[in-house]
Nanobody, 122 residues
């Protein structure tokens, strides 16, 4: 299984970015696809997740109403649409996958992509 994350960059506060996570190597039915982030000096934290088949979504309180996690079956890709970005959203963002059910615990995810840096300037 390979997860390829992309789409990070530098954006001003209030702006938007869309991250992509392209998955390959197996079928992902009954999988949960998640996004996590890690800021310097902090632990990796849950951001958002979606169940691949049912489409149930989960969000950290800090991003509710600002981030969404759509998926594209045909492209085997999960996105993280980030709107109204804040400086505190600055971090390296990682996509991850695990078999159902959903959990926000990073250590329980089996597959990880490389990180992509998101920097939000004030």
């Amino acid at each position: 299984v390979q997860l390829q994350a992309s789409g990070g960059g530098l954006v001003q506060a209030g702006g938007s970015l869309r991250l992509s996570c392209a998955a390959s190597g197996r079928t992902f039915s009954s999988y949960v696809m998640g996004w996590f982030r890690q800021a310097p000096g902090k632990e990796r934290e849950f951001v958002a997740a979606i169940t691949w088949t049912g489409g149930s979504t989960h969000y950290a309180d800090s991003v509710k109403g600002r981030f969404t996690i759509p998926r594209d079956y045909a492209k085997n890709t999960v996105y993280l649409q980030m709107n109204s970005l804040k400086p505190e959203d600055t971090a390296v963002y990682y996509c991850a996958a695990k078999y159902d059910p959903f959990t926000a615990t990073a250590g329980l995810y089996d597959y990880w992509g490389q990180g992509t840096q998101v920097t939000v300037s004030s």
